[in-house]
């Protein structure tokens, strides 16, 4: 569960792989165009959500190693409605669960504001996913990966810039 940085949605994932948008004012769920699941299938349980520090994207991790990435857009068709969370690419990456996912944002070479994305997992590896790459229903790509353990099994991630 997770607040958006502006508090105006309340992030929560479920056992059954769904994300419910609540309205903190209100406590009503947001009736949304597309609802917000992780898989078309029987989905895994969500172990962590987290919200980029501008609120533009959120990320899940579930009980079966998936990482998924969601945007704050638009809804394809409706640019006169208002801007909704849209699935935009998933990954199973790491070889077994998955104990930290956190964003993270530096400047590119034109001093933009570039969104990252990473995960840790028991398997004593993080990945840094490329967010820009991601595309409305595509793979989440992978951008680096590297080991950063050979003992001890790591158990949260966050940004330290």
């Not at 998936?66 to 638009?74: M, Y």
């Not at 208002?82 to 034109?110: P, V």
Request: overall charge negative; charged content about 30%.
């Amino acid at each position: 569960m997770q607040f958006t940085p502006d508090g105006t949605e309340l992030l929560v994932g479920q056992r059954d792989g769904k994300i419910q948008v609540i309205e903190p004012t209100s406590g009503k769920y947001k009736k949304l165009t597309q609802p917000l699941k992780v898989s078309e299938e029987k989905s895994p349980a969500i172990k962590h959500l987290v919200v980029s520090e501008d609120g533009s994207y959120f990320a899940t991790s579930d009980a079966h190693r998936g990482v998924c990435l969601f945007k704050k857009d638009h809804v394809i068709g409706q640019a006169d409605k208002e801007k909704e969370w849209i699935f935009n690419g998933k990954i199973l990456s790491h070889e077994i669960e998955i104990t930290g996912l956190c964003f993270g944002q530096s400047l590119d070479e034109n001093d933009q504001v570039l969104h990252r994305l990473f995960s840790i997992g028991a398997d004593r590896r993080c990945f840094e996913y490329n967010i820009k790459e991601a595309k409305l229903h595509t793979s989440l790509p992978v951008l680096k990966c590297f080991d950063i353990e050979l003992e001890a099994k790591p158990t949260a991630c966050i940004w330290y810039p």
